[in-house]
């Protein structure tokens, strides 16, 4: 008997953790449909993989690829809402368009981007956010103000939707990645792309509790 693969959906994968991640599930075997705003990825090809286009900021962007989701899968186990952006992570004082550009990425995109995919999700699927600790209220720091407010707010919309989505056993995760060298994070960080990766997919596995902050960097689940 042949044992059907899981689907996953990533975002953001043109590079760093969201490519790293796409690689290491590829490597366990699901199916990936992954997203870039070109619609595609130089250097990455695979058998399971397909790569479709999504701005997530730009709500007809978002309508074509859910239906685009839909034509490739018969149903979703596994959503990793990655894509992200940190314009004002070194200002201390707000400044409207990098505010706005950090929330229609980090929080609105991810959130107008998962509702009409609730539908397609399984039974008994996840559903992970990419956060990050600069959106714990114990790490308010002054910098970065759209950033860790995004952060902090998709850690909110996440707790939301793991009480919302409880009853189909759908797991819901704000996951922190560690800091990890990538555009975002730079090249002083201390993990690669491919050790956070390596860290979400243990929160996958050890499936700590639905609405849980995973911490990838320390392996374990974290209070909020
Ligand atoms: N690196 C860290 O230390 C760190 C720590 C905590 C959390 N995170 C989170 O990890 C996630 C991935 O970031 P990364 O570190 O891997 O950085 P990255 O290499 O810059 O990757 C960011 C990804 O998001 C995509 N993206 C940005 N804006 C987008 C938009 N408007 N529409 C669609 N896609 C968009 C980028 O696409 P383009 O290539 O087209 O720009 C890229 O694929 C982010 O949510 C970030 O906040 C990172």
Redesign the pocket.
Same mark, same amino acid.
Request: proline share 4%; hydrophobic share 35%; no cysteine.
């Given at each position: 008997m042949t044992v059907p693969f899981k689907t996953a959906v990533v @975002? *953001? %994968? &043109? $590079?760093? %953790? #969201?490519?790293?991640l796409t690689q290491k599930l590829l490597v366990e075997g699901y199916q990936v449909i992954g @997203?870039?705003? $070109?619609g595609t990825v130089p250097g990455l090809a695979h058998p399971r993989l397909h790569v479709i286009a /999504?701005?997530? @900021?730009?709500e007809a962007s978002i309508a074509q690829a859910v239906a685009r989701i839909a034509t490739l899968t018969k149903g979703v186990d596994l959503l990793v +809402?990655?894509? *992200? =952006?940190?314009p004002d992570v070194f200002a201390i004082t707000p400044e409207r368009t990098a505010f706005t550009?950090t929330l229609?990425?980090?929080i609105t995109?991810p959130v107008f981007f998962t509702e009409p995919l609730l539908p397609q999700l399984n039974e008994g699927a996840q559903v992970v956010f %990419? &956060? $990050? +600790?600069?959106g714990l209220p114990r790490n308010a720091a002054p910098n970065g103000p759209g950033?860790r407010l995004s !952060?902090a707010a998709i850690n909110m919309y996440a707790a939301m939707l793991a009480t919302r989505l409880a009853e189909r056993r759908i797991q819901v995760m704000p996951m922190?990645? #560690?800091?990890?060298? @990538? !555009? /975002? #994070?730079?090249d002083q960080?201390p /993990?690669t792309?491919a050790q =956070?990766a390596e860290g979400i997919y243990q929160g996958l596995v050890t499936n700590p509790g639905s609405g849980l902050f995973w911490n990838a960097a320390a392996g374990a689940a974290e209070a909020f």
């Open positions: @975002t *953001g %994968i &043109s $590079s760093g %953790i #969201g490519q790293a @997203t870039t705003r $070109s /999504l701005e997530a @900021t730009d +809402n990655n894509a *992200g =952006a940190a550009q229609a990425t980090n995109g %990419i &956060s $990050s +600790n600069m950033y !952060k922190h990645p #560690g800091w990890v060298q @990538t !555009k /975002l #994070g730079g960080a /993990l792309p =956070a």
